[in-house]
């Protein structure tokens, strides 16, 4: 929403942000209290007045919206403060901060410098609002790619609930962002979800995000399963009077860490947990006198068991953006971008085994 006006609502004294020194129009960005009603003024529910002085040239060149309102018949392009209803300042400014950044001079300004230390400090929760506006001010989200790069780098992520950091590193193209957050949820989380915006309930992921999430969490219970059941089979298989008694040593140790049976395990706890629990399989292993001497029933248990958790630590690195992504083709054409994505996906993998291998070497 967009008007002209040169005095603030109910005289509220604007807070000015200079975000370039070359500034030719002000953009007076009104916050309220709560959302307005179609023909509320909302004069009595201005809860923040912001005027960020801008260069005209550098919003018109980005928003097609700018363009067409600064440019065209409307009252606004002679005016020199424009109205912004219903925004967030902070977010707004990260916006600013980024277009005005895709110049070279003014992010080396001491101008420059300043807002983009500011805007580096913006609550992850704000992100939403940094999207919602840019779509609405028809800004090309790969316009905001150099900023979010850098607000990334600043802050320590770790700590961040990925819930959080799932669309806005989809949305903003944060290729190591995304990978980082969709790891972090399926080893972390037992239900694989993303936060629900109560402001922007149209921002969220695409369903096949979400979708491959579970099914990257279900195929690291199975491999778990299947590394254990290796073992199992073993001892069945196996033709020695020892047998008996080392299967049971070894499912009773299992039984106790907590961590098995892994399906059961996995609907209360993350995949972490339950890989913690195992680990502690050799607080609760004591192998049957009759194994001694056994060349299958002696084996070490527990370093099997480490390796089995190992694999599963190794197995996902996170979902690949660009594979999530279909609108935004990397190579010639739609198809190259397909058979592209799988070589590098093998490429991948083969790197994985690489390093399983070499965690069992270590072993």
């Given at each position: 929403m967009a008007s002209s006006t040169k005095s603030?609502?109910?005289?509220?004294?604007?807070?000015?942000?200079?975000?370039?020194?070359?500034?030719?129009?002000?953009?007076?960005?009104?916050?309220?209290?709560?959302?307005?009603?179609?023909?509320?003024?909302?004069?009595?529910?201005?809860?923040?007045?912001?005027?960020?002085?801008?260069?005209?040239?550098?919003?018109?060149?980005?928003?097609?919206?700018?363009?067409?309102?600064?440019?065209?018949?409307?009252?606004?392009?002679?005016?020199?403060v424009v109205t912004l209803k219903e925004h967030d300042p902070s977010a707004m400014q990260a916006i600013f901060c980024a277009l005005h950044s895709q110049y070279e001079d003014w992010s080396a300004s001491s101008c420059g410098l300043s807002i983009t230390k500011q805007t580096l400090g913006l609550s992850v929760h704000s992100l939403c609002d940094v999207i919602s506006s840019a779509r609405?001010?028809?800004?090309?989200?790969?316009?905001?790619?150099?900023?979010?790069?850098?607000?990334?780098?600043?802050?320590?992520?770790?700590?961040?609930?990925?819930?959080?950091?799932l669309y806005p590193t989809y949305q903003l193209n944060h290729a190591e962002g995304f990978a980082a957050a969709t790891k972090k949820m399926v080893y972390h989380h037992t239900r694989i979800e993303e936060t629900k915006n109560q402001q922007h309930r149209d921002l969220h992921l695409p369903p096949r995000v979400i979708q491959q999430l579970c099914a990257a969490r279900g195929r690291l219970k199975t491999i778990l399963s299947n590394q254990i059941w290796n073992h199992i089979s073993g001892l069945l298989d196996g033709s020695c009077n020892c047998k008996e008694k080392t299967l049971f040593a070894f499912l009773h140790a299992l039984k106790e860490t907590g961590g098995f049976p892994v399906d059961q395990a996995a609907q209360r706890n993350p995949i972490a947990n339950v890989l913690h629990q195992l680990a502690d399989f050799d607080n609760y292993f004591e192998a049957p006198a009759e194994a001694k001497g056994c060349s299958r029933c002696s084996t070490d248990w527990s370093s099997a068991m480490k390796t089995a958790c190992a694999v599963v630590w190794k197995y996902f690195d996170g979902?690949?953006?660009?594979?999530?992504?279909?609108?935004?083709?990397?190579?010639?054409?739609e198809h190259e971008d397909y058979w592209g994505h799988l070589e590098r996906d093998m490429e991948r993998r083969d790197d994985q085994q690489g390093a399983i291998r070499q965690v069992v070497q270590m072993q």
């Open positions: 603030p609502p109910d005289a509220i004294v604007p807070n000015i942000v200079v975000i370039t020194d070359d500034a030719d129009v002000t953009l007076r960005v009104i916050k309220y209290t709560q959302r307005l009603k179609p023909g509320d003024d909302g004069n009595d529910k201005v809860k923040s007045i912001t005027d960020f002085n801008v260069n005209t040239q550098v919003m018109i060149r980005n928003s097609e919206f700018f363009k067409t309102l600064l440019t065209g018949n409307f009252a606004e392009a002679s005016q020199s609405h001010f028809l800004i090309e989200m790969v316009e905001l790619d150099s900023w979010f790069k850098l607000w990334y780098e600043h802050g320590d992520n770790s700590k961040t609930d990925p819930k959080l950091m979902l690949c953006l660009d594979c999530m992504d279909h609108t935004q083709p990397k190579f010639a054409d």
